[in-house]
């Protein structure tokens, strides 16, 4: 049995590139209210291109018609960031797919088939056996057509018994497959499972076979597990802009970018991914679909930078380090400090030093009760600047005095 502490043990001599895939806008518009139109996906897609993302899902082709032409479209007008389609088994799902995106290195064709017993007996009805059949016939018509890149997903793969991933992926990679996706489809994993599962696997299909980990976030695993598939040996990540996607969501993009970024000279791990630009994504994604400003959420939350807290803003005015390990010029932004009855007498100090003022501490105390903390100010939240606007009026109308 490995111990637990054993799973973060990590040689980063050398730093392994990470391959990131963004499915925004396959299993993150599937989700309701996220549908968009085919010019959206497009400026999305384009927008994670400069961002640096190695694979973008387009889509499920064969679903629609304007998945298949957003498939199309995207995959004319990328031109360093490959494409990826979500494929059932199905022989016609894969010829959709190949007359939309082609069948170089540059479409991963994504087979995804089931894994587990609950999947097998209550959502398809078959056996094991014939899940295996299936995959054969699948994969025989992809190689037939001349598909390159081709990846197989293990659909449930969390609830799935391990000799049956086993065989399964052993199957993949007899008949051609460079890549196996194990998918936590209900957010049913741990970082602890996931580890043993990739650990395992990795064993399975050898060093040369791409390991990719896909996970949803129903228990608030999903970044958590990702990382740990990839501190196991995982090569690609599946992920979101803010983490969208069917019911609490898939692994956040950005937040997997951000802890490599800051922590991937511990790990050994590296991304080519631009923070800033992913944030651009996300608020052009905003957009398309109506997506709320979440205040908290990490990284591009409307406060993640921000604070109203007294203590804290006392420590940020001295040292930034103080309160804030990632910096907002990470993700392209700026850290703010607001006003709030819990702000303190700092605060009203900063005020003051931008009007180029100087008042002493009795001073202070009265700017203080006067405008952070009485009844007329007891729920408000407001910038410096609003701050530093009244008190500039309290100065200029001689309500008290002070020094120049």
């Known amino acids: 049995m490995i111990a637990l502490n054993d799973m973060w043990q990590v040689s980063p001599q050398t730093e392994k590139k990470i391959k990131l895939l963004d499915t925004t806008l396959r299993d993150g518009e599937q989700a309701p209210g996220n549908a968009m139109t085919i010019d959206q996906k497009i400026a999305i897609a384009l927008k994670l ?3 640096g993302v190695d694979y973008i899902e387009t889509g499920f082709p064969f679903s629609s018609p304007l998945d298949a032409l957003a498939t199309r479209k995207i995959f004319g007008l990328l031109t360093r960031s490959s494409v990826a389609t979500f494929c059932r088994p199905v022989a016609d799902d894969i010829r959709c797919a190949v007359d939309c995106a082609g069948t170089s290195n540059r479409h991963l064709l994504m087979l995804v088939v089931t894994a587990s017993d609950l999947h097998l007996e209550r959502k398809r009805g078959i056996t094991r056996q014939q899940c295996l059949e299936e995959l054969q016939r699948a994969i025989d018509v992809a190689n037939g057509l001349g598909v390159e890149n081709l990846a197989v997903g293990l659909e449930d793969a969390s609830r799935a018994s391990l000799d049956y991933l086993e065989e399964l992926a052993r199957a993949s990679v007899s008949l051609g497959a460079k890549e196996i996706i194990f998918a936590d489809t209900t957010g049913y994993a741990t970082p602890q499972s996931t580890w043993h599962l990739i650990k395992y696997m990795r064993g399975v299909v050898g060093s040369d076979i791409r390991l990719s980990i896909h996970c949803h976030d129903d228990l608030g695993l999903a970044v958590a597990n990702s990382m740990s598939a990839l501190l196991a040996g995982a090569d690609v990540v599946q992920a979101t ?17 951000a802890i490599i970024d800051c922590k991937g000279r511990d790990y050994g791990l590296r991304t080519a991914a631009k923070l800033d630009c992913l944030y651009e994504a996300f608020n052009i994604l905003r957009s398309a679909i109506g997506l709320e400003e979440p205040r908290t959420r990490p990284l591009f939350g409307r406060y993640a ?43 009203v100090r900063h005020a003051v030093s931008e009007l180029g003022r100087k008042v002493d501490e009795k001073k202070i105390n009265y700017l ?4 952070v903390i009485s009844d007329e100010f007891a729920t408000t939240c ?17 309500k008290m005095e002070y020094h120049a």
Do not use: C, W
């Open 305 to 347: 930078f921000t604070t109203a807290a007294g203590i804290h803003q006392q420590g940020m005015f001295n040292d930034p380090d103080t309160y804030e390990y990632v910096k907002p010029s990470l993700v392209g932004r700026k850290r703010e400090l607001l006003v709030s009855r819990h702000s303190g007498r700092s605060i």
């Open 241 to 257: 802009l803010g983490g969208i996607g069917e019911r609490a969501g898939n692994t956040s993009l950005e937040q997997i970018v």
């Open 368 to 371: 203080y009760n006067k405008y």
């Open 49 to 51: 291109e400069e961002a």
């Open 382 to 398: 407001r910038t410096v600047d609003d701050l530093a606007k009244l008190i500039a009026n309290d100065l200029v109308t001689d």
